[in-house]
């Protein structure tokens, strides 16, 4: 299964795509998590993605597409691949969408996790204390969150409108998220099959 998960910041894509990878046996690629590794370096490249991320912002299609493309390349990817937080863009889109075109290897299902804002403020704020990520701060957040609204959340539209698109609500347990998602992946998957 070649799947997407999308959301705002704090919907908990991050937990429901570790168990989504678990449960269907494909690895879990979030390029939230490469950035975060890489920006540990002391290197150009990483001071730059450690400025965007800090700022809320979003770092380069360019950059982007490419760290993606190469780690979709890599051999654990070919029974399938969950990508969480990639595409954002519309450029990323398209590069996705040629990419996986050219390889024979579509999309199946584009997940989105559905949260409100003020959930999903209160979320980040909780996780600020718990793990202490330099992103998480109030102002951070709302940049996030206004980001995600413009540029992203348009997204959504474009794989309604290809007939990916499941919506599930990310409110609730841990436990009754991945189940509602299951289901819901399980019932697209037998659809399209
Ligand atoms: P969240 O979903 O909570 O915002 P992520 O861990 O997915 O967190 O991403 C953190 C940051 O990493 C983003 O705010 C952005 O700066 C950068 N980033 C992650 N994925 C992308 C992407 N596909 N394109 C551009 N920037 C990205």
């Keep these: 299964m070649r799947l997407l998960i999308m959301g705002p910041p704090g919907a ?3 937990t429901q795509a570790r168990l989504i990878a678990e449960h269907y046996r494909i690895p879990a690629i979030s390029t939230g998590d ?3 590794a890489m920006k540990t370096a002391d290197t150009p490249l990483a ?3 450690r400025d965007i991320m800090d700022s809320g912002g979003y770092v380069s299609d360019d950059i982007t597409n490419q760290i993606v493309a190469e780690r979709l390349a890599e051999s654990d990817c070919e029974p399938g691949f969950l990508l969480d937080g990639y595409p954002r863009t ?3 889109v398209e590069t996705l969408d040629a990419a996986l ?3 024979n290897t579509p999309l199946d299902v584009v997940l989105s996790l559905q949260a409100d804002e003020d959930e999903v403020v ?3 704020l909780k996780r ?3 793990e202490g990520r330099s992103d998480d701060n109030e102002d951070t957040i709302r940049v996030r969150q206004a980001v995600y609204a413009e540029q992203t959340a348009p997204l959504l539209d474009v794989y309604r409108d290809h007939g990916l698109l499941v919506e599930v609500d990310g409110l609730g347990e ?6 509602r998602v299951f289901k819901a992946l399980d019932a697209k998957l037998g659809e399209s099959s």
């Excluded at 841990?174 to 189940?179: A, F, G, K, M, Y």
Aim: aromatic share 4%; no cysteine; hydrophobic share 45%.
């Design 101 to 103: 075109a050219a390889s």
């Design 47 to 49: 001071r730059q993605v």
């Design 122 to 124: 209160a979320r980040l």
């Design 90 to 92: 519309i450029d990323q």
């Design 34 to 36: 490469i950035f975060r």
């Design 128 to 130: 600020a204390e718990v």
């Design 12 to 14: 908990g894509k991050g």
């Design 174 to 179: 841990i436990d009754d998220v991945s189940e």
